[in-house]
């Protein structure tokens, strides 16, 4: 008898704790409290070419009220100046020797036929 008093006070408990918890699943936020990081490879590129963004965290914009009389901005369009094109060099990717190899004997093949 004992065995079964012991079973009944374990189902008991198993049986108050399933109902104190919440029946659906918490979905947790990411990045709600601070910026969001950009992945590891978008950030060398940023750093590359200095593109980074501040790491301030995003303030939402106020929502601006019409004034009467006033033509809204989105409709004026400014005139853009056109920037001046960004030389960059390009730097010649170096071939690894046995892939240098494997190529040559490629084409040797290929000449062949």
Known sequence: MNGNTNFLAI???????????ETGRLTKLAFVDRPVKPPRNVI????????SSSSLPHKAPQPR?????????HRIIPDREPSSPVKRQ?????????MQKTLKMMKRVNKRR
């Open 11 to 21: 189902t008991a408990n198993i049986s108050a704790s399933m109902a104190k918890k």
């Open 44 to 51: 060398r590129q940023q750093i590359r070419h200095g593109t």
């Open 65 to 73: 009220r019409d004034v009467p009389g006033e033509e809204p901005s």
């Open 90 to 98: 390009r730097t010649a990717k170096v071939v690894a020797p046995m």
